[in-house]
């Protein structure tokens, strides 16, 4: 799997688009406590916290928790990056992303609840594939493109778009995941972060940057699922930093024509021609010759049918994730009232 490296120093309404986001019936909007969720199995983990499969004692439904210890959000200086993430998601609602349901944080911990995506990831799928045909691509490509146009219609970059981030419904709809490297914009943003070779060369200029690095890697994602590999890969991130702005890029003699002009003109190194970033926007992407008798609103109402279905047993499901060891998080420290404060605003 891909490690992820941090260095710090034509739309529809919106109307539209709420009515087409999960129901939240299972979730009824109330204060939650910690308490009325049973915790099943961890799913994920990250540096600072975990994602678990938990089931609401009172409606017996199901969703994915990501608790996060507030001793090691201090320690790491992620204060103000789990803030930006909260406000973020708290703001977001869209059919190919995984909404969050809930948020509270106790002296102890953040609780954040989430849709349970019980497929898996898009990454499993494609390594086990080797690689998509053509309208696999287009098919997870057009569901990925409707929810960058969401959040950038929000002022909102994802930065983080690459398989692992992508995951299944139990339909077999995308859902992106993890908003951990989002940000919102004003004008540009001078953060270096996300996968190495899924970064923009703005990115690793220090140019500062914006919403073009989204469809930069919409780029390097298409070519991917097509070619089974990313277009730019080295051993280490600054091999893959000098192919990424070098620019040269290798096509498989089997690759479809048509893709590799959007690629082309997805992998643009100056960001104001690359294609999503000029006056039309996302409408460019969707008006190219790839996605040729795409209908853009049965897209987004969910009415194309899907490549893969995953294999799901049952909403409680979690054959698609890998095992991870579980952790006691309930043995985390709680913080002292000079520390709480740092979280008064969360």
Not at 45 to 62: H, M
Not at 121 to 137: D, H, I, K, Q, W
Not at 240 to 255: C, N, T, V
């Amino acid at each position: 799997m891909t490690a992820t490296y941090e260095y710090r120093g034509r739309q529809e309404s919106m109307e539209t688009v709420r009515s087409l986001s999960p129901k939240r019936d299972c979730f009824p909007e109330r204060d939650y406590d910690i308490d009325d969720f049973s915790i099943l199995k961890t799913i994920g983990t990250g540096t600072f916290g975990r994602v678990l499969l938990c089931r609401n004692k009172l409606t017996d439904q199901y969703g994915a928790m990501k608790i996060l210890c507030l001793s090691d959000v201090i320690r790491l200086k992620q204060v103000e990056h789990v803030k930006n993430e909260k406000h973020i998601l708290e703001e977001i609602k869209h059919p190919f992303i995984v909404n969050m349901l809930w948020c509270d944080r106790d002296d102890i911990c953040i609780y954040m609840l989430f849709e349970y995506v019980c497929g898996g990831e898009l990454f499993s799928y494609l390594r086990n594939a080797g690689r998509f045909g053509v309208n696999t691509a287009i098919f997870y490509s057009s569901e990925i493109i409707l929810a960058l146009e969401y959040l950038h219609s929000k002022s909102i970059v994802y930065r983080d778009l690459k398989p692992e981030n992508l995951l299944l419904d139990r339909e077999g709809h995308l859902k992106i995941t993890d908003f951990g490297f989002a940000k919102k914009l004003t004008d540009r943003t001078w953060t270096l972060c996300g996968t190495p070779e899924y970064l923009a060369p703005e990115i690793i200029q220090s140019k500062g940057h914006n919403k073009a690095v989204d469809w930069w890697a919409l780029g390097v994602l298409i070519y991917e699922m097509l070619a089974g590999y990313p277009p730019f890969y080295d051993d280490n991130p600054f091999g893959i930093y000098e192919k990424i702005l070098g620019g040269r890029i290798e096509w498989p003699k089997h690759f479809d024509p048509v893709a590799k002009d959007l690629i082309k003109k997805l992998l643009v190194q100056d960001r104001t021609k690359r294609l999503g970033t000029m006056k039309s926007g996302a409408d460019d992407i969707k008006r190219h010759r790839w996605y040729k008798g795409l209908n853009w609103h049965e897209v987004l109402n969910r009415k194309l049918e899907p490549p893969i279905l995953p294999k799901v047993s049952s909403d409680s499901d979690t054959s698609n994730f890998d095992d991870y060891p579980e952790g006691d998080w309930k043995s985390a420290r709680a913080l002292e009232d000079g520390e709480l404060k740092q979280f008064e605003d969360f």
